[in-house]
């Protein structure tokens, strides 16, 4: 249970990576720090007193500048995009320090937007993944119709062929700073949301996700295919959600907590390294076959 | 309807690679012209192509479409303008998209794109239809990954894209050069057939000394940056090839010695 609703969660920072990794073919490192900048201005919103959903909603637009700036570094001044994510990530490890005003706020004793749902005498788990179910039900509606629309399908053609992108009159510029925005504005939002239901934000929080969410992604096109985009985004939410669960199970097999990282590194790793593998195989295979 | 003036473009500019890939090109092609433009490797053809469209800035000269001044437009706004096929099939069209995706991108060319659906079902009986005309059996798989069709079968998808939206001016670079012998007649026969049926403008790179004879109503042919034969009117119906290889030693001094064009006779 405690699997399905952090992984719940995490699938909307899941589909933030996708829409880097995936559909524009960035591997984008700014989501480390939008993660936290999530957190971080939801943590502070909603301590000063905000609704915590107008906190989330603040959340969203930190992340969208955080993207932004990715954005006009690399296309603006050409700086190479896995670069430009690193040098957002790092300078947003200082703004999100001076956001907070600490390493770290609890959430202790706040209304967050779990509240509702607990003061109608649920458990605070099940509210997380009510809210978890309404929020991720919502974004993956909207991101299927986004993507279908005019502007959705240039950037999806922008990480497809850039060059055929241009030749059709799109500034393939544009296409990729909005793509860019629109992911670590869901990253973010996944960051205040991860935060309120741990009830703190930290400055360390950010640390791996990435990694997480490309682990995500791929074990939800491994176990759940890739036929058409809207069970493309479904497979997402259930990546997230199996990758929590293998956690579980590794933790409760005795793997100490402090090789998570190193687990997870390795088998996107391997995960990644399929396609290596199975071109060395493949001659391998056709030869056992011929001498057959 | 185009006009190139004294357009310089020099590559690698103050280092030892410094290369001047146009000196000085300057033509104009007149509305309805069908233009081929033939010359060994190297000799800036693509180079010119790519100046026109945008893809990099020339550095000195102007270039004027249907008396737009283009010269300071960048890529993807020249684009409202021009059809473009490449060399590299897999260069005109987004893979991981389906047919109709490709052709709705290209629908919208020059138009701002908004919040609309990005395929309308209207579109998609347009599209069935111009596929139709292709007679490649690809009006049946209007949904099909782009990826998956044949060299040809893309060529043609292109061509159908680049002339969706009747441009100004058709580029095309070497646009069969990479298929076999048998698609590319086809796919030069069905260039042939859109750039008449539209009445298109086109400028149309090729190595193939024939097709450049065969195809269109003007022959310009490039050495080292420079466009040094222009022939048109009745003495381009005219033309042989021995004509054309005879001129080109008169004029640049040696023989033609390019392996692909030749080859290619
Ligand atoms: N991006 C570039 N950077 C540096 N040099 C270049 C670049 N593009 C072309 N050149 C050089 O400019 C010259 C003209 O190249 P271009 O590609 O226009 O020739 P081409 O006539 O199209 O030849 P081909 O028949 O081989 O396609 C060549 O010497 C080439 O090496
Ligand atoms: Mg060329």
Not at chain 1, 117 to 125: D, P, R
Not at chain 1, 249 to 254: E, H, K, M, Q, S
Not at chain 2, 137 to 155: D, M, N, P, Y
Request: glycine share 10%; net charge positive; hydrophobic share 45%.
């Amino acid at each position: 249970m405690a699997a399905v609703s952090l992984g719940l969660l995490w699938a909307i920072i899941t589909t933030g990576v996708y829409i880097t990794y995936r559909i524009l073919s960035i591997a984008d490192l700014t989501v480390e720090g939008s993660v936290v900048t999530g957190a971080a201005i939801a943590a502070i919103t909603i301590t000063r007193g905000f609704n915590p959903y107008l906190a989330v909603a603040f959340s969203f637009f930190g992340g969208v500048g955080a993207g932004l700036i990715t954005g006009l570094l690399h296309t603006k001044l050409k700086i190479p995009s896995l670069l430009s994510g690193i040098l957002t990530m790092i300078a947003l490890y200082s703004i999100n320090l001076r956001i907070m005003g600490k390493a770290n706020i609890s959430l202790l004793r706040i209304d967050t937007v779990y509240t509702v749902f607990e003061n109608t005498g649920l458990s605070s788990m099940l509210s997380v993944i009510i809210l978890g179910i309404i929020f991720v039900g919502c974004l993956i509606g909207i991101l299927y119709w986004f993507f279908g629309t005019e502007i959705g399908s240039a950037i999806r053609a922008t990480g497809s062929n850039p060059q055929m992108v241009r030749a059709q009159g799109i500034n393939t510029n544009t296409t990729i700073i909005l793509g860019l925005m629109i992911s670590n504005g869901l990253v973010a939002i996944g960051g205040a949301l991860i935060a309120q239901s741990q009830r703190f934000s930290d400055i360390q929080m950010g640390i791996g996700s990435i990694v997480i969410g490309l682990a995500s992604v791929i074990i939800g096109e491994v176990l759940f295919g890739r036929r058409n985009f809207a069970s493309r985004l479904l497979s997402l939410v259930l990546g997230a959600i199996v990758y929590r669960i293998i956690i579980a199970l590794v933790l409760r097999l005795g793997m100490p907590a402090n090789d998570l990282k190193l687990f997870t590194a390795i088998t996107v790793a391997i995960a990644l390294s399929l396609p290596v593998f199975r071109s060395y195989l493949e001659p391998l295979r056709k030869s056992v076959k011929r001498n057959k | 309807m185009l006009r190139v003036s004294r357009i310089i473009k020099i590559f690698n500019a103050r280092t030892i690679n410094e290369k001047v890939a146009l000196h000085n090109v300057s033509f104009k092609l007149e509305k309805g012209d069908f233009a081929t433009l033939i010359g060994g490797n190297g000799s800036g053809k693509s180079t010119l192509l790519n100046c026109i469209a945008g893809v990099y800035p020339a550095d000195r000269g102007s270039i004027f479409i249907d008396g737009k001044d283009m010269t300071k437009l960048c890529e993807y706004r020249r684009a409202a303008f021009l059809g473009r096929v490449f060399q590299d099939p897999m260069m005109g069209t987004a893979s991981d998209m389906g047919i109709e995706e490709n052709l709705a991108l290209a629908l919208r060319r020059g138009k701002i794109r908004g919040l609309r659906w990005g395929i309308t079902n209207k579109e998609r009986e347009h599209y069935k239809k111009l596929l139709k005309d292709l007679g490649l059996g690809l009006e049946a798989r209007l949904g099909t990954k782009v990826g998956l069709l044949s060299g040809g079968q893309r060529q043609a998808l292109t061509l159908l894209m680049a002339t969706i939206k009747r441009p100004k001016l058709l580029l095309l670079d070497e646009h069969a050069a990479a298929l076999d012998p048998r698609t590319a007649k086809k796919v030069m026969k069905l260039t042939d057939r859109i750039i008449e049926e539209e009445n298109l403008t086109t400028l149309m790179v090729t190595h193939n000394m024939r097709d450049a004879i065969k195809h269109g109503n003007r022959l310009m042919m490039m050495y080292e940056g420079r466009i040094i034969l222009d022939i048109k009117g009745r003495e381009k119906q005219k033309l042989t090839v021995e004509d054309l290889l005879e001129r080109f030693e008169d004029i640049s001094g040696e023989e033609f010695a390019d392996d692909r064009t030749l080859l290619s006779q």
